[in-house]
Nanobody, 117 residues
Framework: VQLQASGGGLVQPGGSLRLSCAAS????????KNWYRQAPGKQRELVAA???????NYADSVRGRFAISRDNAKNTVYLQMNSLKPEDTAVYYC????????????WGQGTLVTVSS
């Protein structure tokens, strides 16, 4: 199983970025797709989730600014980030998870997003 994240970079406050995460080696459609982030000195936090049934969930801090989506045909999950703030600066990780046992829980390598003027 491989997850390849991309799309991070440096952006000014108020700007936008779109992260992508391409998965291989799994039946993509049956997994919950998640984006997490970890800022320096802070714990990793869940930013957005997309369930197999099509439901989405967001952290309060990003709701209304970020949007998670997926393309099952391309085995790819996206995170559209708008109105970025300096506090959004973090390493962003994609994750796919099936069930709660931890047996089917896979992570991408992380992509750095820096929001700064």
């Amino acid at each position: 199983v491989q997850l390849q994240a991309s799309g991070g970079g440096l952006v000014q406050p108020g700007g936008s970025l779109r992260l992508s995460c391409a998965a291989s080696g799994i039946i993509f459609g049956i997994y919950t797709k998640n984006w997490y982030r970890q800022a320096p000195g802070k714990q990793r936090e869940l930013v957005a989730a997309f369930t197999p049934g099509g439901n989405t969930n967001y952290a309060d801090s990003v709701r209304g600014r970020f949007a998670i989506s997926r393309d099952n045909a391309k085995n790819t999950v996206y995170l559209q980030m708008n109105s970025l703030k300096p506090e959004d600066t973090a390493v962003y990780y994609c994750n796919v998870r099936l069930g709660t046992s931890g047996q089917y829980d896979y992570w991408g390598q992380g992509t750095l997003v820096t929001v700064s003027s």
